[in-house]
DNA sequence: TTTAAAAATACAATCGATTGTATAAATAAA
DNA sequence: TTTATTTATACAATCGATTGTATTTTTAAA
C-alpha cells in the first residue's frame, strides 16, 4: 500500500549514471549531454520518480515558498490582493501560505519567527494595526530575505512598498462631497501609526483648505474602524448638528455609522452624505449604496508578488515604491 | 549580517558532548540525563540555537504541518472555520497552510498534488462543486495521510466527516416558511453531486410533505447559488406569481434575489417570505434583513482539527461522522 | 598521431537532525 | 570485590538532493 518513493539514486542505480548527473540532468543543467538527458528523464517518468522537496530544501536552504502575512483574510480587499498574489505566484513555480496577524502585534511576530523557522524565501506583508516595532521583520531581511509591503507601507530600509494613492484618492473623495454641497464634513480616521490612514487624513485635509473650508479637529474622530467603532463615531457626530458629510476611512465603519444614522431618522444622503473607502462587496448592497474608493487589488498582489520573486531570484534588494491608482465609485450615498 | 546558524553539532563540539545525544536532549528523551538536559538546554538558549527544521522535516518525513483545501476564503463561513482550525492548530504545535481551490477540480487536484509533494501531514478539506472523482484524495491517503472532510462529506473510506443537520436545518427553516403563511414556496438549490445540497433540498422536501403541501418540481432552481445565479432565479421565480416564500440554500443568492425582487415591486416579506443559510455578515446588514440558518463554523474548525491531529498523531484511521447543530437567526425577511 | 582543450560524467562531501546499535559508566546484586 | 544489570552516552548510518572538484571521454588543433 503504502510505496516507497523513488529517489535519484533509484534512477542511478538502474542507469548506471551517477546521481549527480540524475540530479543535474533533471534540473536541465548543461553540464548534461542532451542524449543522457533525455535518458534520464525517460526512465524518471518510468519509475513515476517525484522530486523530494524537503531533501531539496535542506540542501539548498530555500523552500521555494513566499508567505502573504495580513491582518484578516475574509477582508474583501485582502482577499482580492491573495487572488493576485496566487496567481502570478503559480506563475512563476512558488506556493503561498497565508497567515492571518488579526491586528495583534504578538501575533505577528510569532508568525514570521515561525516563517523564518521555515525558511520561507520572501515575504509580503500588510502590517498589523499594533505593529510600530519593526525587529521581528529586520531579523527575517538579515537573514538575506526580501519583503515587499503592500497595502500599509513601512520605511525600512532595503524594501518594497505596494500601495494605493491615499492621498489623491482621500482628497478626491473629500472633494466630491464639497461639490456636493457638504459643508460641514465629518472624518473617521484610523491609528495614525499606520501610514495609509495618516495619508487618508491628509488627503481630507488637502481638500478642505483647497475649498478654504476651515478645519475643526472636533470633526476627525480616531478609532480601529470597526464596525462598533463606527456607531460609537456616529453617535458622537450626532452630536454636532451641522455635521452633513461624512469621509470614512474604511467602508466597515462608513456602513455601520449609516444603519445608526438612519436609526437615528437621519436621511442619507439628504442630511449626510457619507464616502468610504474599500468598495467592499456589501457596499453595493445596502441602502443607500456606499460611495466608496475602489482599489485595484489583484493587481496590487500581481505587482507585489512580481517584485518580491524578482528580488528573491536576483538576490537583490531594492528600495522603491510603487503607488497605484484608486478610483472613486459614486453610488446613492452621496448623491444628491 | 548574515550570522550562521548555530546547529547541533556547535552545541556538542562546544560541550563535547555528542551530536545524538544533544538531538535526544533538545527533544526531551528520557534517554538522557536531567543534568545533561539542563546543560544542553542551557548552551542551546545561550547560542541562540534554533532547530533547523528543514533538516528535521527529511529525517523524520513529517512536517508538522497540516493543510485547509477550500473552495473560496472570502466566504464568511470558511473564513469563521479556518479561525477555528487555526486555534486548534496553534495550541498542538501544528502549522497551516491555507488554500482556495475556487471550486475548480483542475486547481484542487494541483494543490492536492503540492501538498503531497510538500508533505503535509494531514488535510481538512471541503472539496470543490466540481469535484467528483477522488483520486486524488485517495493517492494522498496511500501515503498513509489522514483526511477530514468538512462542510460538504464525502464518503471516502476511512475519513472523518464533520459537517452539520443540513437536513433538519432545511426542514426548520422550511417549517418556518410554512408556519408564515407560505403556501408555495421556492427552493434555490445547489449541484446535487454536493452531498450538502441535497440534504438542504430533501429537507426542504420533509417539510413540505410534513405539512402535505404538495412538492412542485417548477418551484425547485438549481445552480451554483452565485451572485447572478440568485438574480437569474429570481427571474424565473416570478413567472409564477403564486409563490409567495423562498428558502435558499445560500445566502448569496438569497440577497441577489431579494434585490432583484424589490426592484421588480415586490415586497419582502409580504409578497415573499425569504430564508437563506449561512449567516452571512451582510444578512445582518440588508434590508429587509435577512432570516438565515447560522453554522457553528468556528466549532467546525476546531473539531476538524482535533480529529485530524488526533489521527496524524496515533497513525490511526477512522470512519465516522460528525454532525453539528445549526441555529435558525429570524430576522425581518421573513417576519409577516 | 600526439597533444591540448573542452565537454561529459563520476566522486565525495554536505545540508542538520534523527535513531538503531554499540559501548562505557553507574548502580545493584552476589 | 566481582559480576550482573541498568542507565547514560557515543558511534555511525541515514533521510535525498545538491554541488565543488576530480577524472574520464570526446573533440579539436597541431
Same mark, same amino acid.
Do not use: W
Given at each position: ?29 548543461? *553540464? ?15 519509475? @513515476? =520518480? &517525484? ?19 495580513l491582518p484578516r ?12 498574489? +496566487?496567481?502570478?505566484?503559480? +506563475? ?8 492571518q496577524s488579526l491586528d495583534s502585534?504578538e501575533r505577528e ?9 521555515? *525558511? ?8 498589523a494595526m499594533e505593529?510600530?516595532? =519593526?525587529?521581528?521583520? +529586520? ?13 500599509? #507601507? ?14 489623491? !484618492?482621500?482628497?478626491? !473623495? ?6 456636493? @454641497? ?28 483647497? =475649498? ?14 470597526? +464596525?462598533?467603532? @463606527? ?9 454636532? #448638528? ?27 444622503? &439628504? ?9 467592499? #462587496? ?5 441602502? #443607500? ?15 507585489? !508578488? ?29 448623491? *444628491?
Amino acid at each position: 500500500m503504502n510505496q516507497k518513493k523513488i529517489t535519484i539514486h533509484d534512477i542511478s542505480r538502474v542507469l548506471g549514471i551517477d546521481s549527480s548527473t540524475v540530479s543535474r540532468a533533471l534540473n536541465d543543467s548543461d *553540464r548534461v549531454t542532451q542524449k543522457t538527458k533525455e535518458l534520464i528523464l525517460n526512465k524518471a517518468k518510468e519509475l @513515476g =520518480y &517525484q522530486r523530494n522537496i524537503l531533501a531539496s530544501n535542506l540542501r539548498t536552504n530555500k523552500t521555494q515558498t513566499i508567505a502573504i502575512v495580513l491582518p484578516r483574510i475574509s477582508r474583501y480587499f485582502f482577499a482580492t490582493v491573495i487572488a493576485g498574489i +496566487e496567481e502570478t505566484a503559480q +506563475e512563476k513555480g512558488f506556493n503561498v501560505v497565508i497567515c492571518q496577524s488579526l491586528d495583534s502585534f504578538e501575533r505577528e511576530k510569532k508568525i514570521i519567527h515561525n516563517l523564518i523557522a521555515n *525558511r520561507v524565501d520572501g515575504i509580503l506583508i500588510s502590517i498589523a494595526m499594533e505593529t510600530t516595532n =519593526y525587529e521581528h521583520l +529586520e531579523s527575517f531581511q538579515s537573514l538575506g530575505n526580501p519583503i515587499v509591503f503592500f497595502d500599509r #507601507p513601512c520605511h525600512l530600509d532595503n524594501c518594497v512598498n505596494i500601495t494605493i494613492d491615499n492621498y489623491t !484618492a482621500s482628497f478626491k !473623495a473629500t472633494e466630491h462631497l464639497i461639490l456636493k @454641497g457638504c459643508k460641514h464634513i465629518a472624518h473617521f480616521s484610523g491609528k495614525q501609526n499606520i501610514d495609509l490612514y495618516k495619508q487618508r487624513k491628509e488627503g481630507y485635509l488637502g481638500a478642505l483648505q483647497k =475649498y478654504q473650508i476651515p478645519i475643526d479637529e472636533n470633526l476627525i474622530f480616531e478609532s480601529n474602524l470597526s +464596525e462598533e467603532d @463606527g456607531v460609537i463615531m456616529a453617535k458622537k457626530m450626532l452630536e454636532n #448638528p451641522e455635521i452633513d458629510g461624512l469621509y470614512s476611512s474604511n467602508d466597515t465603519a462608513a456602513i455601520s455609522a449609516i444603519q445608526y444614522l438612519k436609526t437615528q431618522g437621519k436621511k442619507i444622503p &439628504q442630511d449626510i452624505a457619507v464616502v468610504g473607502f474599500n468598495n467592499d #462587496p456589501i457596499a453595493a448592497i445596502i441602502e #443607500p449604496s456606499l460611495t466608496t474608493v475602489n482599489q485595484p487589488g489583484f493587481e496590487i498582489g500581481k505587482i507585489a !508578488a512580481n517584485q518580491l520573486i524578482l528580488q528573491i531570484e536576483n538576490k537583490t534588494s531594492q528600495n522603491n515604491s510603487l503607488i497605484l491608482n484608486s478610483e472613486l465609485i459614486i453610488r446613492d450615498s452621496s448623491n *444628491r
